[in-house]
């Protein structure tokens, strides 16, 4: 397929590349012209506008918007939709708020626009790895991009299949469901962003524990000189608690196991506050996940070892950098 990419940063220019690594071909825009001219150079057909990028995309056409979630992306669109025309597509692949994306696809669709929200996970890891993909819009707009997200997607794998999945949907064995209408998509991601908070705190704290275990304050015949790199990396083997989370843990307790590169100092890039959001609002308890988001706040006001390693996954899983 031809597809525009829109937001070529750590995930949307390895959206494009992986794309194109598989044939797909695409045309590329971002506010960055060193970032055009790198997928220029991997194979892409780089444009300096949103109305080049419409031009260069046969119709009916397909751009997919990688861009932070709220302003930037209620700007582009603003600035996009009027170079669109009816039966073109726009995928929004960011982490945008469910809510928006229902009001978002309504007013597209008075010019005949289909829109589609895709929640992505994969971190700087997917150009390899491939992308988790949870989609939401219209089933027929989905099935017509399906080559797109079948490229994206991590694929099979060695992961050993779950029995009675027989008569099931095989694309989420591949890593990529349809969930439902506009919204469903990027509400899932939302909710899985907000368990992803409460196990990486789950993670920080057990190992916190450990680390403090040699203090002076215990009794002498209770103290442990704990290796957490090597606990990390036993743990990986076997145990009921090992996770990809935990790989990450391993790599960066295996670079430095005192994570001084790290203040502890941890953001939230706001799934985390929806998800809570959304539990208030259906009335469902959600202790652990509005626990581990309150320990971010906290975090910015002094830090502990856990926080620095929650810092540690998120750089390891997602490129993200701790705020000075």
């Not at 997200?149 to 299949?161: D, M, S």
């Not at 509400?187 to 993670?203: L, P, R, S, T």
């Not at 450990?210 to 002076?216: C, F, G, Q, S």
């Not at 209770?222 to 990390?232: C, G, S």
């Amino acid at each position: 397929m031809r597809i525009g990419v829109v937001g070529l940063g750590r995930m949307g220019g390895n959206i494009a590349r992986r794309l194109l690594k598989h044939g797909h071909e695409c045309a590329v825009f971002d506010a960055n012209p060193a970032s055009v001219k790198q997928l220029s150079e991997a194979g892409a057909d780089g444009v300096d506008s949103l109305e080049a990028l419409v031009k260069a995309l046969p119709a009916p056409r397909t751009i997919w918007l990688m861009l932070p979630a709220g302003e930037i992306t209620n700007s582009t669109l603003k600035a996009l939709e009027g170079h669109l025309e009816s039966g073109d597509t726009v995928i929004e692949g960011g982490n945008a708020f469910y809510k928006d994306d229902i009001s978002r696809s309504e007013h597209l669709a008075e010019k005949g626009v289909n829109y589609l929200d895709v929640g992505v996970s994969g971190g700087v890891w997917g150009l390899e790895r491939g992308y988790c993909m949870m989609i939401g819009g219209k089933k027929e707009v989905f099935e017509k991009h399906d080559p797109i997200f079948a490229t994206l997607a991590p694929g099979e794998g060695e992961i050993e299949k779950t029995p009675g999945r027989e008569t099931r949907d095989p694309r989420v064995l591949q890593g990529y469901l349809y969930c439902g209408p506009v919204g469903s998509g990027h509400f899932v991601k939302m909710v899985h962003n907000g368990i992803e908070y409460g196990m990486m705190q789950a993670y920080a704290e057990g190992f916190d524990i450990m680390r403090n275990k040699n203090l002076a304050s215990l009794p002498a015949n209770q103290r442990y000189d704990l290796d957490m790199a090597d606990i990390a990396e036993v743990w990986r083997r076997g145990s009921v608690v090992s996770s990809w989370l935990l790989d990450l843990i391993s790599i960066s307790l295996a670079n430095d196991e005192s994570l001084d590169e790290f203040s502890g100092q941890v953001n939230d890039s706001g799934e985390g506050r929806w998800t809570i959001e959304a539990a208030i609002e259906e009335a469902v308890p959600a202790n652990v996940l509005t626990a581990s988001l309150y320990t971010r706040f906290r975090s910015r006001s002094g830090n502990s070892y856990g926080e620095k390693l929650l810092s540690a996954m998120r750089n390891q899983f997602g490129g993200h950098v701790e705020s000075k």
